[in-house]
């Protein structure tokens, strides 16, 4: 086994264990096969293991206890930058779902390109999820992600039109059923 390849089970270990007992709201699946999806949509696009390791961590600050530093000693300052990059930096307190949506995607404009290219891998984990499970909260979130793909068009090109693709069809599909 390659140095890549134990880096790589090793941030899959750490996922599972720190996304431990916390599930996907919509299918009940244990937490981290959305973080190891978004890996596996990074791994189709590029063998950089910075990237797909960051993948497989890119919520473990912002949904579990665990420290950037500790992302940093264990995985490297690569990984831990995509992670930060990749973290929500609004909080409730900041306002209503429109303001920390806006402070959120105002984080990630300014994110390295191969960071956008992670981040628009978690568009389309989520975005499956959500316009094959929940029509309602749909309304919501594709809206927010139409407005966020502005701002990830330097990620990888072939995962942006997927993610593109992916929106405008779950809203005009939404907008049908409005006009229905």
């Given at each position: 086994m390659s140095a890549d390849?134990?880096?790589i089970l090793e941030a899959a270990a750490f996922?599972?264990?720190?996304?431990?007992?916390?599930?996907?709201?919509?299918?009940?699946?244990?937490?981290?096969?959305h973080t190891?999806?978004?890996?596996?949509?990074v791994a189709q696009v590029t063998d950089d293991v910075d990237m797909i390791v960051a993948a497989?961590?890119?919520?473990?600050v912002e949904d579990t206890n665990t420290q950037i530093g500790e992302v940093w000693n264990r995985f490297g300052y690569e990984v831990a930058?995509?992670?930060?990059?990749?973290?929500?930096?609004s909080k409730l307190s900041d306002g209503n779902r429109a303001i920390r949506k806006a402070m959120d995607r105002?984080?990630?404009?300014k994110a390295p390109a191969r960071t956008k290219t992670i981040k628009l891998a978690d568009l389309l984990s989520n975005s499956?999820?959500?316009?094959s499970l929940d029509e309602g909260f749909a309304r919501i979130y594709l809206p927010e992600k139409a407005a966020l793909l502005e701002v990830l068009t330097e990620g990888d090109l072939s995962l942006w039109q997927e993610a593109q693709e992916i929106v405008q069809q779950g809203l005009f599909k939404l907008a049908e059923k409005r006009g229905a």
């Open positions: 390849q134990i880096l996922a599972a264990s720190r996304h431990h007992g916390q599930v996907r709201k919509w299918t009940g699946e244990p937490y981290v096969t190891l999806e978004v890996a596996a949509i497989i961590l890119h919520d473990v930058d995509h992670v930060q990059w990749l973290t929500d930096v105002e984080h990630i404009a499956r999820s959500i316009l």
